[in-house]
Nanobody
Framework: QVQLVESGGGLVQPGGSLRLSCAASGFTFTLYIMSWYRQSPGKERELVASISTSGSSTTVADSVKGRFTISRDNTKNTVILQMNSLRPDDTAVYSC???????????????WGQGIQVTVSS
């Protein structure tokens, strides 16, 4: 059974930090590109950061560049989003996504976590 389980969310003050984890199971983790997305009420879902299968290549959205870092541990089937200097507009539900690498997108397996709330407020 495929599972992506996020943890580490919660309430934090502006300027604070949170570390989100996404634990994967039920599929071959090293064959999947991993990403974090976020969505807040009234806004479209936004790609926050992605990481290649090996972890050697990452991309982050301009809105979080210099503040958020994505990493993965292929020995633990885990992807991490380290969030620093958090701002109120970072408030959203954060979800991790797995996309099968090397397969045409129309046929690629795609998995989503259930999402976790991050609230930045004083």
């Amino acid at each position: 059974q495929v599972q992506l389980v996020e943890s580490g969310g919660g309430l934090v003050q502006p300027g604070g930090s949170l570390r989100l984890s996404c634990a994967a199971s039920g599929f071959t983790f090293t064959l999947y590109i991993m990403s974090w997305y976020r969505q807040s009420p009234g806004k479209e879902r936004e790609l926050v950061a992605s990481i290649s299968t090996s972890g050697s290549s990452t991309t982050v959205a301009d809105s979080v560049k210099g503040r958020f870092t994505i990493s993965r541990d292929n020995t633990k089937n885990t992807v991490i989003l380290q969030m620093n200097s958090l701002r109120p507009d970072d408030t959203a539900v954060y979800s991790c996504k797995a996309v099968e690498y090397g397969v045409p997108i129309s046929g690629a397996r795609i998995y989503w976590g259930q999402g976790i709330q991050v609230t930045v407020s004083s």
